[in-house]
Nanobody, 121 residues
Framework: QVQLVESGGGLVQPGGSLRLSCAASGNIFSTNAMGWYRQAPGKERELVATITGVGSTKYADSVKGRFTISRDNAKNMVYLQMNSLKPEDTAVYYC???????????????WGQGTQVTVSS
């Protein structure tokens, strides 16, 4: 089994920055794609950013140029640097990791519990 723990959320003023971290632990042989999603009150969960195992990234149009996703494969960590935050970025942010427990195992998708980000003055 794989556990994901997010950290780094909080309250920040518009224009401020936060860095989210997600640590994957447990029975991990290797990871593939990693990503961040968010869900605002009354809205569906949406993709924020993803990063492949070789470092290719993809961003939602709403965060391009402001957010940066990165990963540390040795530590099984994924990060989201969020700059120039806006009130509409307020949401619960979830990390998502594709991982497998052995060389012959298939990748499964795991989710964290989420961390609240609130952008308000």
């Amino acid at each position: 089994q794989v556990q994901l723990v997010e950290s780094g959320g909080g309250l920040v003023q518009p224009g401020g920055s936060l860095r989210l971290s997600c640590a994957a632990s447990g029975n991990i042989f290797s990871t593939n794609a990693m990503g961040w999603y968010r869900q605002a009150p009354g809205k569906e969960r949406e993709l924020v950013a993803t990063i492949t195992g070789v470092g290719s990234t993809k961003y939602a149009d709403s965060v391009k140029g402001r957010f940066t996703i990165s990963r540390d494969n040795a530590k099984n960590m994924v990060y989201l640097q969020m700059n120039s935050l806006k009130p509409e970025d307020t949401a619960v942010y979830y990390c998502n990791v594709d991982a497998r427990g052995g060389k012959m195992s298939t990748y499964r998708t795991y989710w964290g519990q989420g961390t609240q980000v609130t952008v308000s003055s």
